[in-house]
Nanobody, 123 residues
Framework: VQLQASGGGLVQAGGSLRLSCKAS????????IGWFRQAPGKEREGVSC?????????YYLASVKGRFTISRDNAENSWYLQMSNLNPEDTAVYYC????????????????WGEGTLVTVSS
């Protein structure tokens, strides 16, 4: 099982980025997928998660609601995080992860992790 995250980079405050995560080695259909982030000196936190296609409920961290959108494409075994109106507090390494079908958006709920992609937002 491998997860490959991409799409990070340097962006000015107010800008946008789209993160992608490609899974290989298993079928994504019934898994919970998510995005997490870890800023320097802080614990890793759940940014957004989405359960399997039979339950389209989405979770968003309060500070990103209305700015970030999670989506998935099971046919491509991929999922995405569209990030808009970024601010410097969003600067972190972003990780994609998967967990069981009923997992909540918690670090200890995820089974597999990608290596992370750095997002830097300048003021």
């Amino acid at each position: 099982v491998q997860l490959q995250a991409s799409g990070g980079g340097l962006v000015q405050a107010g800008g946008s980025l789209r993160l992608s995560c490609k899974a290989s080695g298993f079928s994504l259909d019934f898994w919970t997928i998510g995005w997490f982030r870890q800023a320097p000196g802080k614990e890793r936190e759940g940014v957004s998660c989405m359960r399997s296609t039979t339950d389209s409920e989405r979770y968003y961290l309060a500070s990103v609601k209305g700015r970030f959108t999670i989506s998935r494409d099971n046919a491509e075994n991929s999922w995405y995080l569209q990030m808009s109106n970024l601010n410097p507090e969003d600067t972190a390494v972003y990780y994609c992860a998967t967990g069981p079908p009923l997992a909540s958006c918690g670090v200890n709920q995820m089974n597999f992790w990608g290596e992370g992609t750095l997002v830097t937002v300048s003021s």
